[in-house]
Nanobody, 115 residues
């Protein structure tokens, strides 16, 4: 059973930082692609960043240079470091893993960027 649990969301002022964590029930990111996605109110879910088993990363243009995805194999955890947050980054952030063609999702963590 694939389980992903996100944490670290909250309220932050524009220009601030947050680090999201995704605790996985197994060491998936050493085997499968993992990623962070987000869904803002009234919008479709979109890709934020991905992390491949060989350590390659990919970012949405809107977060390049501000967000960093990384993994910790010892703790089966994937992180998303978010800096220089903007109001447009307000969304529910989801962790996901694509395992044998099936996408598995966490329940999400809310990030609100507001003064």
């Amino acid at each position: 059973q694939v389980q992903l649990v996100e944490s670290g969301g909250g309220l932050v002022q524009p220009g601030g930082s947050l680090r999201l964590s995704c605790a996985a029930s197994g060491n998936y990111f050493s085997i499968f692609d993992m990623g962070w996605y987000r869904q803002a109110p009234g919008k479709q879910r979109e890709l934020v960043a991905t992390f491949t088993p060989v350590g390659n990363t990919n970012y949405a243009d809107s977060v390049k240079g501000r967000f960093t995805i990384s993994g910790d194999s010892a703790n089966n955890t994937v992180y998303l470091q978010m800096n220089s947050l903007q109001s447009e980054d307000t969304a529910v952030y989801y962790c996901a893993v694509q395992r044998f063609g099936i996408m598995y999702w966490g329940k999400g963590t809310l990030v609100t960027v507001s003064s």
